[in-house]
């Protein structure tokens, strides 16, 4: 199944709860829109070999954090459908171990709040190493 289709699912509850509480700031209840699952894949670039984002890389969210704020460590698998990746993405933590791959701990940067039940997902790493650098990027994780 599609990685975006899972979120969407694992949003869905989160996103509701969240329109239905802020729907009353709206004058008119059509300029608020909230969809779960409203990303898009990242570029092969952004992902694939040489950039280590999937691997031990993951690069800074470009955000004020604290040093030991656990989203510092995280991959930006997802990014936001407006083209700017910083602007509503998702993150996992990646681990590696020498047999496998393990991606845990899905996040939505901006909601913290909200938790996904996803994964954790379990990867072979010689699979997973061979696919980083076939450049062609997934959109699956099942």
Request: proline share 10%.
């Amino acid at each position: 199944m599609p990685l975006i289709e899972l979120v969407r699912r694992a949003e869905e509850p989160w996103a509701r709860a969240e329109y239905l509480e802020r729907l009353p700031e709206f004058e008119n209840p059509d300029e608020f829109k909230f969809e779960p699952g409203d990303y898009h894949y990242l570029s092969a670039a952004q992902l694939l070999l040489p950039s280590r984002e999937l691997l031990d890389g993951p690069r800074d969210p470009g955000f004020v954090l604290d040093p030991d704020d656990p989203r510092r460590t995280k991959a930006t698998v997802l990014g936001c459908t407006c083209g700017i990746t910083q602007c509503w993405f998702l993150q996992v933590r990646v681990t590696l171990l020498p047999e496998v791959v393990v991606w845990s701990e899905f996040g939505q940067f901006h909601r913290p709040h909200w938790r996904y039940n996803l994964g954790p997902f379990t990867f072979d790493r010689k699979q997973y190493e061979a696919q980083l650098a076939s450049g062609v990027a997934p959109d699956s994780v099942v």
